[in-house]
């Protein structure tokens, strides 16, 4: 079985894509962004504050279909550049104080909207 989620306390997906996917007990987050979800901007400052926001916004997608990140399995962080894998890791680390995810970060060469960070997810029950 497979079920759309969505919910208006993380951004609206920017493309033909949705939110998140439940199947067979996996939540598939689609990459997220640092957007603020009350005014679909990125967020000011830098790196730590798109990683904390980022966060966030997974946080809310995990919360409407009924997870919590400790339910997180793998994530994929693309950063802009890997010059901000320390601070995006300092963030990071603050959402999995025990048993942290599998996880893959890569610096590529552009993100939607410019961002510096993008992160995707599987969470399992």
Do not use: W
Request: hydrophobic share 45%; net charge neutral.
């Amino acid at each position: 079985m497979r079920k759309v989620i969505s919910t208006a306390a993380a951004p609206a997906a920017i493309g033909p894509y949705s939110q998140a996917i439940e199947a067979n007990g996996f939540l598939y987050i689609s990459g997220q962004v640092p957007l603020d979800p009350a005014t679909g901007q990125l967020v000011a400052g830098g790196i730590a504050e798109q990683t904390r926001q980022v966060m966030k916004n997974i946080g809310a997608i995990l919360e409407s279909a009924g997870y919590t990140y400790a339910n997180i399995v793998k994530t994929t962080c693309l950063l802009s550049t890997m010059d901000h894998f320390k601070a995006m890791n300092e963030v990071y680390a603050t959402f999995f104080p025990e048993n942290p995810p599998a996880r893959a970060a890569f610096a590529v060469q552009g993100l939607p909207l410019s961002a510096l960070i993008e992160i995707e997810v599987i969470a399992s029950r």
